[in-house]
């Protein structure tokens, strides 16, 4: 059955219980419809909760996971991020050493 089938077939039941409910239980029409009403709603919201759980673990079961897919892609991207790692680094020292050199440089024209 199609959950929106399942859905409209749980909403009815619900308005018929909810008039069966609301005729036993009330004593005016605003009673009736009340009752009709809430009972109605709460079959409608509960049956989407079902038809919710009932995909979640449908879809839960069928699903395979590419799992070499993805580690070949994060080994790609651990190798992208050293070699990038490994960039910076030698950036660092380059400016460190260049820093270095304007400070000995500074202080060897002023003595």
């Not at 219980?17 to 009673?31: E, N, Q, T």
């Not at 919710?52 to 590419?66: D, E, G, V």
């Amino acid at each position: 059955m199609l959950g929106e089938n399942f859905v409209y077939f749980f909403t009815v039941q619900g308005f018929f219980v909810g008039i069966i409910f609301g005729v036993l239980k009330s004593f005016d029409a605003s009673g009736l419809f009340l009752y009709t009403f809430f009972i109605t709603v709460f079959f409608y919201l509960f049956s989407h909760i079902i038809i919710a759980l009932y995909y979640q673990t449908l879809t839960a079961r069928s699903y395979k996971f590419p799992r070499d897919e993805h580690e070949r892609e994060l080994d790609y991207y651990v190798k992208e991020i050293n070699k990038r790692e490994k960039l910076i680094d030698s950036a660092i020292k380059i400016t460190d050493i260049a820093a270095q050199m304007n400070k000995d440089e500074g202080s060897g024209q002023t003595s």
